[in-house]
């Protein structure tokens, strides 16, 4: 199969969700690096970055940073899929990763956080459309198996004393009704991300063996809870001298830990019942330095 990567002036820094991509943009912004916000993307083929992206002739190296599905997609099937191909397939991608079963466990703390925030009042603080609280509401009825307001005035206890009994529950619940388990996959794949949420949610185990996807010439996985030399030097290279400095400096838009602490072990088992689902996030852990 031909590597999903290959070369143009275009270099996508993905937001990887709980991946420090709040740190990222503050580090970006505080070194004056010059970027493009998937959010202020349009596709349209009038557009210098569409043209950039797509032509892969950009005279100036164009740096594109935020999540993919924050692009704002035009009426024509072609031109989306035209870009995404391009911005994937032609781009030097960056992508940040975590230890996916810790991910997930972040999923969980952030949800209780941001209801917590919810009714003392600060959802606005923390940019939480209604939206967003309805989503996080649903999901934590069905893990507590409390109604909201029962959940509320107990202030969003977990429903087991042991933390990992916790994690289990909480890989059924999103499992079910979220892609959160595996978005780590689903930024890094996501022009085929349709694929792997239909596949997951069928209950059909979905892998892929991303080394036939990916050239590693045309990607850089690093781990966002360290900073290897490797890192450190690549992400100066690409970015800039100073970026490292100003992100290591920036932790931003934390979760309460209410959770308890889980052993190697616990984590060990947990992370492999995550992958009897979708195995993918893995894969991309595995590949970070």
Partial sequence: MEPLFGSSGVTFLIHNHK????SLERALIETGTKYVKTDDIFIDSNSPIYRAVTEKNSVEPVLIFGHPDRVRQSDSHEKNANFFRDLYWNSRIICPSRRPILLTISWLEYTRTRLINFIMGRAEQYNQNPESITKYKFLWQQYSGCAFNQAAANNFEHPHLDPKENVFRWIDVVSEHTIYHFIQSYNLFFPISGDIIKAVKSGTRKTLPIDSLISPEKFFIYDAERYSEVAVATLAKEIGPGF??????SRLNASHKSLGSLS??????LQGAQDRLCDLDSQIYARAV
């Fill in 19 to 22: 991946c420090g991509g709040n």
């Fill in 244 to 249: 490292v400095d100003a992100l290591t400096q």
């Fill in 264 to 269: 190697d072990s616990d984590l060990t088992e």
